[in-house]
């Protein structure tokens, strides 16, 4: 009896074995690709599985999106910039039996295709360009990686550049031109104001000489900007009528005196020649 009851047990044993063995769960983001006997039968899930024990086995497949960062790879630029650069692949399996038989680890293969096409469009790309046109090359290597991954039933739907490390001495260059070009950029905006307010000037010029009492208008203007200043200043207004005849009287009167110092040298002349004692 009790070598009975020990089969027993054993036998119990090895069919919970198999039973564990047979029934699978898988989740929903998960695919089993079944092979049989070596040969693939086809791919299940999610659910509940049930597998022919010693007959069947399963290979799990996640179909989740996988965040793939790209080391720093050494780049020289179309322009012999040394530069170091990182990225970061998106992608996902949306064909689990040719991720299985096509390639023997899809992981690293698309990791390591990545590196390549990364080092692959940069190199052709100048420095200028990998700085400020990112989104262009980021459509770039998700095409380039796309393809060469599509037979493996992988597909990459995002690559992004992270980081561009590039050598001190050219950063002390980039720094050195992006002052020298906001420097530019200041002394043609202050150039552009001055021809502005000249052409303003110019135009009020203009709009004065053609009415006169306009600059009456703008002299009694300034008087009151200057009285509403709060200081010790004392301002006498005087017709511009009175400073006009002013001005002309104070002309004639150099007039006649630049007349009158030309008659008087002539006779200073005469005089002095007079006084002058006779040779002996």
């Known amino acids: 009896m009790e070598v009975i009851g020990t089969l027993v047990v054993i036998l119990a044993i090895f069919f919970l074995i198999v039973l564990f063995s047979a029934i699978k769960i898988?989740?929903?983001y998960e695919r089993g690709v079944i092979f049989r006997l070596g040969r693939l039968i086809d791919q299940k899930g999610p659910g509940?599985?049930?597998l022919i024990p010693f007959i069947d086995r399963m290979v799990k497949i996640d179909l989740r999106t996988v965040t793939l960062n790209i080391p720093p790879q050494e780049v020289i630029t179309r322009d012999n910039v040394p530069t170091s650069v990182n990225a970061v692949c998106y992608f996902r399996?949306?064909?689990?039996?040719?991720?299985?038989?096509?390639v023997e680890n899809y992981l690293i293969a698309t990791s390591q295709i990545s590196q390549t096409s990364l080092r692959a469009v940069?190199?052709?790309a100048e420095l200028d360009e990998i700085l400020s046109e990112r989104e262009r090359l980021n459509e770039s290597l998700q095409k380039i990686i796309d393809e060469q991954t599509e037979p493996w039933g992988v597909k990459v739907t995002t690559v992004e550049i992270k980081d561009v490390e590039i050598p001190e001495q050219?950063?002390?260059a980039m720094a050195r031109q992006a002052e020298a070009?906001?420097?530019r950029r200041a002394k043609i905006i202050n150039s552009e104001g001055e021809y502005q307010a000249a052409e303003k000037l110019t135009d009020a010029a203009d709009i004065i000489s053609r009415n006169p009492a306009s600059l009456q208008l703008r002299y009694l203007q300034t008087l009151l900007e200057i009285s509403g200043n709060q200081n010790s200043t004392v301002i006498f207004p005087l017709p511009m009528d009175l400073i006009s005849a002013f001005q002309q009287s104070l002309g004639n009167i150099g007039n006649a005196d630049a007349?009158?110092?030309?008659?008087v040298q002539p006779t200073i002349g005469g005089?002095?020649?007079e006084d002058l004692p006779p040779a002996s």
Request: no cysteine.
């Open 26 to 28: 898988l989740r929903e």
């Open 48 to 50: 509940l599985i049930l």
């Open 271 to 273: 005089s002095a020649s």
């Open 181 to 183: 070009e906001r420097e």
């Open 170 to 172: 050219m950063q002390r």
């Open 122 to 124: 940069l190199g052709k």
């Open 259 to 263: 007349g009158s110092d030309g008659g």
């Open 93 to 102: 399996v949306v064909d689990p039996n040719r991720a299985i038989t096509d």
